[in-house]
């Protein structure tokens, strides 16, 4: 039985089903996918947008082969754009550099990626077997030994630079650049290594596509669904499995659980694994009727939404955000970073969008941490929007609320999400995009060591989540580990 139906259950519910397992996958909300979701936000309005997650780099085109997924993952012509506070901006095409010590840099993290990416997918190495692999001590040490900031003031000067580099550290992770616990190292490493490359591509048709076709591969080889069904626990004796609903229960050799593992200790009457999770981010979708003029006149708009767009993300700005979030307030001016998913894919807009010349803008804000909004949570949100919206509007030429598609009724097409208000709708708790903080590849406990990173304390009882080892966006690589860890165990 596999709790949960976010992609990583639909891998999971997939490898099994093909190898002849008899699979019964259970879904909370009325549709699959959790977080890898397209969906029509605006009554009468014809636009799919990926509501949540939007871009694929972690998916390993392994999985993708042996599944036969009919995906298309499109590559983004430019791979960011950074205005300058003096008008000027920092464009970076997908295929080039902007200076030497940039190439060199993402070389680095690029032959790490190389080395670690396939481990993904296989047992569990320690530390040191990890470090033998990737072969190269000083990109070791710079990405995983020593906190981010020391290295990105080591490798770029510009303060421009140093925040680009850092925002891969800091997506749904509340952490300073130096912090000691190297949460934000082990987000900006996964942000790095997808399929040896880091390139973050465009999936044709958004984020439901992925889904639908990890779905179709799951139930034509006869794993079964039933969503609208909330599973309120799950009792084992490490053999044989009881799981319960509203209404109903079903036995089961193994449970997988796609849910983060502080709803699985919840489900198991067990404490939950300190420290709570907490997620970081304010999440908002938008339609224009047209995209909005850059102050840099000197770019073309259709270049510089084409890729990640980064808005007051510099290492400065990103650092006086963190401490007003940490002192209580929502960041008066949200570093964000923005992405125009129907310049590379209009597949996701109806014909009269289309023809009208609509576009579809996500945008996601850092340092917004769950805390921040759950006193009051309306007050803190209409706050954190209004942060977001001046935020976007300090390097535009006209403000982006005169650039809104208007719904028939009226509306403007504008939605936003709060990580209180995300753990409530996909059950992430603290609204962590990744169910808990990231774990290392690697593992530092000899036991674990050969495992799949999947295991829990009760031998028929496994994750096959982001919040595994080596979870954490949208991968598949938990769904695949958990399957393998199963099949493995007992071999059929
Ligand atoms: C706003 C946002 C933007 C993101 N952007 C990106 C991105 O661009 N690229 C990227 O790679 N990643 C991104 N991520 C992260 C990524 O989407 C997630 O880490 C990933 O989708 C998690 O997948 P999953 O299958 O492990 O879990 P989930 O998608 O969380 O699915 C878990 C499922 O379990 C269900 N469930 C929970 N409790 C129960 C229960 N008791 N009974 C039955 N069902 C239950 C939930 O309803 C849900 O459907 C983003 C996430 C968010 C929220």
């Known amino acids: 039985m596999i709790v949960g139906g976010g992609h990583n259950g639909l891998v999971a519910a997939a490898y099994l089903a093909r190898a002849g397992r008899s699979v019964l996958l259970l879904e909370r909300r009325e549709h699959i996918g959790g977080a890898a979701v397209s969906e029509r936000p605006w009554a009468g309005v014809d636009a799919r947008l990926s509501r949540y997650s939007y871009l694929v780099s972690l998916l390993p085109h392994a999985i993708v082969e042996e599944l036969g997924l009919p995906i298309e993952l499109r590559r983004r012509s430019v791979s960011s754009y950074t205005?300058?506070?003096?008008?000027?901006?920092?464009?970076?095409?997908?295929?080039?550099?902007?200076?030497?010590?940039?190439?060199?840099?993402?070389?680095?993290?690029?032959?790490?990626?190389?080395?670690?990416?396939?481990?993904?997918?296989?047992?569990?190495?320690?530390?040191?077997?990890?470090?033998?692999?990737?072969?190269?001590?000083?990109?070791?040490?710079?990405?995983?030994?020593?906190?981010?900031?020391?290295?990105?003031?080591?490798?770029?000067?510009?303060?421009?630079?140093?925040?680009?580099?850092?925002?891969?550290?800091?997506?749904?992770?509340?952490?300073?650049?130096?912090?000691?616990?190297?949460?934000?190292?082990?987000?900006?490493?996964?942000?790095?290594?997808?399929?040896?490359?880091?390139?973050?591509?465009?999936?044709?048709?958004?984020?439901?596509?992925?889904?639908?076709?990890?779905?179709?591969?799951?139930?034509?080889?006869g794993a079964e669904q039933r969503t609208g069904v909330e599973v309120t626990g799950i009792e084992t004796d490490g053999e044989r499995a009881l799981v319960t609903w509203d209404g109903g229960f079903a036995e089961a050799d193994h449970v997988l659980a796609n849910v983060a593992p502080a709803v699985l200790a919840r489900l198991l009457g067990e404490s939950p694994p300190r420290p709570e999770p907490e997620g970081a981010q304010l999440k908002l979708n938008f339609l224009l009727s047209r995209l909005p003029r850059l102050r840099d006149a000197a770019v073309d708009p259709r270049e510089a939404f084409a890729g990640t767009f980064h808005v007051n993300e510099s290492y400065a700005q990103l650092a006086a955000a963190y401490e007003q979030a940490e002192s209580g307030r929502v960041p008066e001016l949200a570093p964000c970073e923005i992405y125009c998913h129907s310049l590379t894919d209009p597949s996701i807009l109806g014909p009269e969008l289309r023809q009208a010349g609509a576009q579809t803008l996500t945008c996601f804000s850092l340092h917004m941490p769950a805390r921040l909004f759950r006193a009051n949570p309306e007050a803190a949100k209409a706050e954190a929007i209004g942060s977001t919206l001046r935020s976007l509007d300090s390097?535009?030429?006209?403000?982006?609320?005169?650039?809104?598609?208007?719904?028939?009724?009226?509306?403007?097409?504008?939605?936003?999400?709060?990580?209180?208000?995300?753990?409530?709708?996909?059950?992430?708790?603290?609204?962590?995009?990744?169910?808990?903080d990231l774990a290392w590849p690697f593992t530092d406990d000899e036991a674990e060591v050969g495992t799949w990173g999947v295991e829990t304390a009760h031998p028929n009882v496994l994750l096959c989540g982001a919040g595994a080892r080596r979870g954490g966006g949208v991968s598949g690589i938990p769904g695949h580990n958990a399957a393998m860890a199963v099949l493995n165990r007992v071999p059929s």
Not at 122 to 130: A, D, N, V
Not at 173 to 178: H, I, K, L
Not at 395 to 401: F, G, H, K, R, S
């Open 83 to 221: 205005p300058r506070p003096d008008g000027s901006g920092l464009l970076v095409h997908s295929h080039s550099a902007p200076h030497r010590r940039w190439r060199d840099f993402y070389a680095m993290t690029s032959r790490v990626g190389q080395a670690v990416f396939p481990t993904l997918t296989e047992p569990l190495l320690s530390r040191e077997q990890l470090r033998a692999r990737v072969g190269d001590d000083e990109a070791w040490e710079a990405l995983i030994e020593r906190p981010l900031g020391e290295t990105v003031e080591q490798w770029f000067d510009d303060d421009l630079e140093r925040g680009i580099v850092l925002t891969d550290g800091l997506i749904g992770t509340f952490a300073r650049a130096d912090e000691a616990t190297l949460r934000q190292n082990r987000c900006f490493l996964y942000h790095v290594i997808g399929n040896g490359t880091g390139m973050w591509d465009v999936p044709v048709g958004g984020m439901g596509a992925v889904t639908d076709a990890l779905a179709a591969t799951a139930w034509a080889a």
């Open 395 to 436: 390097v535009l030429a006209e403000p982006i609320e005169d650039c809104l598609w208007i719904s028939p009724s009226g509306e403007p097409c504008i939605e936003a999400r709060t990580p209180v208000e995300l753990e409530a709708e996909l059950r992430m708790p603290g609204g962590n995009i990744f169910h808990r």
